[in-house]
């Protein structure tokens, strides 16, 4: 679709893309999961190029190649000063402006807010497609073992291995879980789960998840679950495989027309100290300066996720495509973007 250039105002920039990737958040909207969005430029996981800065924007010029948070808060909102989470803005996820609330990064031109605090130069002689993945796969997945507060030795079950999932598992290898249970079937996922540290596969696909599991751990069950896949009934499975004072960390986007029904004896009849907690991932510059630095001190390479590539801006489409119909070798595309 044809729409004018953006407009930076005297704090933001605007960027053209260098790389970007389609996520499953971009195809869930596509399908009406986020609610009635017409005319919506999609997108939100990118390097850019800046090409225009406000007035006030200090710590960027144009041709500054820079890493984008999927996420990128209004750091004035007053809402932030008595919230630890800062997706929320003004409000539920309002800080995840890309699908929200403006076009997105999937465009010759798009706008970022307040440049100074959302942006990070790409840091010299890092991969790029490194890069890309800290945005919102791996600042999405390990915020999951965050919110799961991943302590040495826990047995920690991850559900479901798409990139979100592959980036929790790296996430809780990485805080010391001791042993770590992947669930998922795609082959690609589960060699990258294992190189990323899972101890052991489970598949949905072999029964339920829930007997496995408790089977694997003598009954026992398990410390934390991490949800990054399944559906509203995951969450029932996460509580039955939860001891008491465990934790269930959901990184799920259920739709607006989802219910939970949870039985009381699943959550130990409100008396089992079992914790659901679910969140959006933190936005901002320095996340994503954290999250650079881990790979430039190679505690991991998050550019295993991309098993396809694209070269040019007319390969979004297909790039978005493959992400909608996650055929059985994909984990996550990305493109690459050359402009004269
Ligand atoms: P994928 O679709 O790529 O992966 C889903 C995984 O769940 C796959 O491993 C799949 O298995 C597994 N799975 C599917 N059904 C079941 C089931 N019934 N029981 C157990 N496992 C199952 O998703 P993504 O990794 O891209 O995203 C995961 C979730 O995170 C989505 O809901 C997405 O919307 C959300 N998300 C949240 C974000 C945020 O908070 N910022 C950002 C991005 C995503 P198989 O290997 O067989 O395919
Ligand atoms: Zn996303």
Not at 19 to 43: E, F, M, R, W
Not at 206 to 229: H, M, P, Y
């Amino acid at each position: 679709m044809e729409k004018e250039k953006p407009v930076a105002g005297p704090l933001d920039a605007i960027l053209r893309p260098v790389a970007v990737a389609p996520c499953s958040s971009d195809t869930h909207t596509s399908h009406g999961g986020s609610g009635d969005q017409k005319n919506l430029i999609l997108g939100h996981e990118a390097i850019g190029e800046v090409v225009e800065v406000g007035e006030l924007v200090t710590r960027f010029k144009p041709g500054d190649i820079v890493v984008v948070p999927c996420c990128t808060p209004d750091w004035l909102a007053t809402d932030l000063q008595s919230n630890k989470y800062n997706a929320h803005d003004h409000g539920l996820m309002a800080s995840f402006k890309f699908l929200l609330s403006k076009d997105g990064v999937f465009a010759e031109f798009f706008h970022v807010n307040q440049a100074d605090a959302n942006l990070v130069k790409l840091p010299e002689g890092m991969d790029m497609a490194a890069a890309l993945m800290t945005v919102d796969m791996m600042s999405t997945g390990f915020f999951g073992v965050e919110q799961a507060e991943v302590e040495f030795g826990d047995t920690v079950v991850v559900i479901g291995i798409g990139p979100v999932g592959l980036m929790a598992v790296a996430g809780a290898h990485l805080k010391g879980a001791g042993r770590l249970i992947a669930v998922g079937t795609r082959p690609n996922s589960v060699a990258v789960a294992k190189e990323f540290g899972a101890t052991d596969i489970i598949s949905y696909k072999d029964g339920d998840i829930v007997e496995q599991i408790l089977k694997l751990t003598n009954g026992k069950g398990v410390d934390r679950v991490i949800v990054a896949g399944g559906k509203t009934d995951t969450i029932n499975q996460a509580l039955q495989l939860l001891r008491p004072g465990g934790i269930v960390s959901n990184m799920n986007f259920f739709d607006a027309t989802e219910t939970f029904e949870i039985p009381a004896w699943d959550w130990g009849l409100g008396m089992s100290n079992k914790d659901i907690r679910g969140g959006f991932c933190p936005g901002g510059a320095r996340r994503i300066e954290k999250m650079l630095e881990m790979i430039q001190y190679n505690r991991f390479d998050p550019a295993k996720l991309i098993t396809h590539r694209f070269d040019g801006f007319d390969k979004i489409e297909d790039a978005f495509k493959l992400m909608d119909e996650k055929p059985a070798d994909l984990i996550k595309p990305a493109v690459f973007i050359k402009w004269d």
